[in-house]
């Protein structure tokens, strides 16, 4: 059975996070048969993960078929085919992932923090009957309330957020991009989270250099778990 360290190392693999010596070790292993097969059905895990997230995401009738299959596992392990397989899978991981997919790897729309319960509709705001509908999902909507309330009167962070937010998930990152910019006051709560979206906005748009400047700077005032996040991206990119 493969212990602890041997799983860490064929995650870090995988992920391309091996340092010089875990190299160095996981290439001693070329040729250890109870190693590979522990890869292979890490491989496996990961390929089945994908399809569960095609499915969720919905991605068509047309894939229904392929989406339904049980991933193929590979023949019995001989020394030969664990050569073969551990090239192959170098060959694989090492072209990564592309950006499109690291942006929806990590990104995720953001809770609404603005709306009260149990305000009446006349009391609403129209930022707040914004958010409303940006938690149902009618982002089209609200974009057009938050063109409304732009042609009135200038955006406050929070709003300049959220519009920011809305245009992603209607895939205008050119446009989200100008509303993220607006957000410059690193004593604003939004401050934060707005360059987390700022950097994956330029993941989204193949704006590597950008990304990274961002993240780098991000990753001095987040905390552990976020900052590990940051690091897996930058080896990412």
Known sequence: MTNTSDKQLIKKFLRNELSKDEKAAFTARKEDTSFLEALENEMIAIQSR??????????GADHKTQQNTTPKRFAPLGIAAS???????????NQGINNQELFEEHYSSYPNIYTQKGTSDDDKT???KTMILYDAKQYKLAQQNFETINSERELTDGEHFYYGITLLELNTPKAALVQFKNITDTSSPL????QW???????????????????????????KKKQEEIKTILNQL
């Open 126 to 128: 129209l930022f707040e």
């Open 83 to 93: 050569v073969i397989l551990l090239l192959g899978t170098i060959f694989f991981f």
């Open 50 to 59: 994908q399809e569960l997230k095609k499915k969720l995401q919905g991605i």
């Open 191 to 194: 401050y934060k989270d707005t």
């Open 197 to 223: 979206y700022l950097a994956l906005t330029y993941i989204k748009e193949n704006d590597v250099d950008k990304a990274k400047v961002v993240l780098t700077e991000l990753q001095d005032i987040v905390g």
